[in-house]
DNA sequence: TTGCGTTATATAAATAAAAGTATAATAGTA
DNA sequence: TACTATTATACTTTTATTTATATAACGCAA
């Protein structure tokens, strides 16, 4: 019976979400596009969805994810803000090292 | 700023929930109280819910987690089966020493 | 034989979440 | 000035999930 060990970790501020792995992948795109509407075109999510994701994050968060633009070139874009950069660094390697420990556990208690 | 670290884990097969924190928790309801219908009451869970969740479950792992008796004194009941509580006890001490892993993880890069 | 509390099951209703649509505002540039 | 691709925002529609309702079968006990 080959089972296997799923998991989701995610950051709460007052009880509600602030960030996972969905703002993660947003965020990354948008740093390599430039632009959010891209970002949410690559994971073929509609924009105002992502447009609120993202507004929400920052709201409950109380900073800014994305630095804007709006017109101009190109119509505009989106970057990312340093305090973005810090979250999704720290989020990063918190998960990949809790990728490793679950497994391991797992692993030891299951097999 | 007051952040949270939030987890779940579960177990899958072939890409189907057969086991998590719902499911050990109405296995040891109906451990103490003898019977599915009291368990899915005591969590404010319908009767009809709480049966298709563990007829799913029991689906997908190819065994039984509960030896059934319809009608007789009492009306009958339900009891766990050896196989249920083997996998409790392995998702207990998992999710236990996750817990752990995971929070001085977190507190180790985020604060 | 009737009542009881349970398991077993299907179906409907209500609620929540996700996806889609529409439109305004913006500011460079051709 | 007209065009463009973007951000910003409000709604509507659709889909998925959860919850509720109803009913049958069962077997012991009074």
Do not use: C
Request: a positive charge; zero cysteines.
């Amino acid at each position: 019976m080959i089972l296997k060990l799923r998991y989701k970790l995610w950051i709460e501020k007052d009880g509600e979400k602030v960030f996972g792995d969905g703002p993660l992948d947003i965020l990354h795109r948008v740093e390599r596009t430039g632009s959010l509407r891209q970002a949410a075109e690559e994971i073929n999510m509609s924009y105002s969805q992502a447009w609120n994701l993202i507004k929400d994050l920052e709201k409950r968060l109380g900073f800014n994810l994305l630095k804007r633009k709006v017109g101009g070139e190109r119509g505009g874009g989106s970057q990312l803000t340093e305090q973005a950069r810090e979250m999704m660094m720290k989020f990063e390697i918190f998960h990949e090292e809790a990728d490793q420990s679950l497994n391991s556990l797992y692993k030891k208690i299951f097999k």
